[in-house]
């Protein structure tokens, strides 16, 4: 795996900041308070198309040839990255090509937001890797690119360009916390804060059943995180409701990790500055209903 340099990251900020936002990072004083510290969190759920997944896909896009930009592009279908692909597509005038499992013919509200915006959608297969699989056929078919999201250097320098977000407002952090599925979005914001400020802790919230991620992670990601903890999913769904009701932010579960991680134990945060990573906001309503009506707060109130 090749992974960018802070330098690379630079460079991907200011292509970056011609066309994304720069995300709020807000001070919590409900969390602040429950957990005697001071909580910053960085909100990607106000990104454009709702998660930060648009900063590495919009800055590999970009450094596509004309040529490749004229040939055109396929990839395999997950939520977020399929709104961030189309939108940047439609932006770069890329046709793209996306290729969705069967079983989500039902996610009507991402089916039709990639839609309107010019991509081209074949159902084919049951699993993420058959949509993989068969995103890789489609390009060696008709001469497209087929783009890996997966320990892509360029998605990692788009990711990272948060770290230095966040070091232009609040350079007192001791520890900043980032959800982990694959690793690259943790490699980004690692390298782009080591680098800097390395007495910055960097450490990164899996679920509890991946424990498999951490195995997986190449030493030269590792070299920049700190620690991994995991959390229980009843953590996290706490963290949901405890966001929406308190700060009246709405996250989806992977970006509700950071603050179940407090809610854990896990971290020391007395007296400790710590920046919350709110990965993404798009979740199905009638999912966050399920959440909200099954969650029980009452432990968790008293600080707030």
């Known amino acids: 795996m090749n992974i960018p340099k802070v330098e690379d990251i630079k460079i991907a900020s200011k292509i970056l900041s ?7 990072l807000i001070y919590s004083y409900a969390f602040s308070g429950l957990f005697s510290g001071n909580i910053h969190i960085k909100l990607e759920s106000f990104q454009k198309t709702g998660s930060f997944k648009i900063r590495g896909l919009y800055y590999k896009l970009s450094k596509l040839t004309k040529e490749e930009k004229k040939r055109g592009i396929s990839i395999a279908y997950h939520k977020n990255l399929a709104k961030s692909i189309s939108y940047t597509s ?5 046709p793209n090509t996306i290729i969705v499992p069967e079983s989500l013919h039902s996610d009507t509200d991402t089916i039709k937001y990639i839609e309107r915006h010019g991509s ?11 949509t993989v699989e068969y995103a890789k056929k489609i390009a060696d078919k008709n001469n497209l690119i087929y783009i890996n999201p997966i320990n892509d250097p360029d998605i990692i320098a788009g990711y990272g360009t948060i770290g230095l977000e966040i070091l232009k407002e609040e350079k007192s952090l001791d520890t900043i916390i980032v959800p982990v599925k694959y690793g690259m979005l943790i490699s980004g914001i690692g390298i782009a804060i080591k680098e800097i400020l390395p007495q910055i802790d960097i450490i990164g919230v899996i679920n ?6 951490t195995e997986n992670l190449p030493p030269l990601v590792r070299a920049y995180i700190d620690e991994i903890i995991s959390v229980e999913e009843r953590d996290i769904y706490k963290a949901i409701k405890l966001l929406l009701e308190d700060t009246k932010i709405l996250v989806e579960e992977k970006g509700a990790m950071p ?6 134990g896990k971290i020391k945060t007395q007296n400790k500055s710590i920046g919350l990573i709110a990965t993404g906001g798009n979740m199905a309503l009638n999912r966050l209903s399920e959440i909200l009506k099954n969650t029980d707060l009452k432990n968790h109130k008293k600080g707030l």
Do not use: M, V
């Not at 011609?18 to 709020?24: E, G, S, V, Y």
């Not at 509890?208 to 991620?213: A, G, P, Q, R, V």
């Open 18 to 24: 011609a066309i994304l936002n720069d995300t709020p």
């Open 90 to 94: 439609n932006i770069l005038n890329i």
């Open 120 to 130: 081209k959608i074949i159902f084919h297969g049951i699993t993420y890797r058959d």
């Open 208 to 213: 509890e059943d991946n424990h498999s991620i």
């Open 259 to 264: 603050l179940a991680a407090l809610l854990s």
